[in-house]
């Protein structure tokens, strides 16, 4: 998957809260990938990073995936085509959310920064 180009349907966009956790503010786009079944049979979640309007759906480029150690999700991370991000990148505009699972991220692209 990683490297794939996808087409995330949002259904968090940029700005808003989470709906069962009203104190998580979403400052990035987050959704999903509609017929792409994930782990706990929910289709697979996505951050999206480098666009920062909020948006409805977003197709773009498998980076990175999230492996959360202590839970069955994975979080796929995408970003527009030829756009990369370093390590400390993503990691930094997913702590909102990812704080409080023990993770580590694989990358496809390396960026020099």
Not at 17 to 26: E, L
Not at 29 to 58: C, H, Q, R, S
């Amino acid at each position: 998957m990683i490297g794939t180009i996808v087409t995330v349907t949002v259904d968090r966009p940029l700005g808003s809260f989470h709906p069962d956790y009203p104190d998580m503010y979403y400052p990035i786009n987050y959704g999903y990938i509609k017929g792409t079944m994930a782990a706990d049979g929910e289709e697979e979640d996505a951050y999206i990073l480098g666009v920062d309007v909020p948006v409805d759906e977003f197709t773009g480029r498998v980076i990175a995936v999230i492996h959360r150690k202590d839970d069955i999700e994975h979080k796929w991370v995408v970003a527009p085509d030829n756009i990369t991000f370093s390590l400390d990148e993503i990691r930094n505009a997913v702590h909102f959310q990812e704080q409080y699972f023990q993770s580590e991220i694989n990358l496809f692209y390396l960026n020099n920064n």
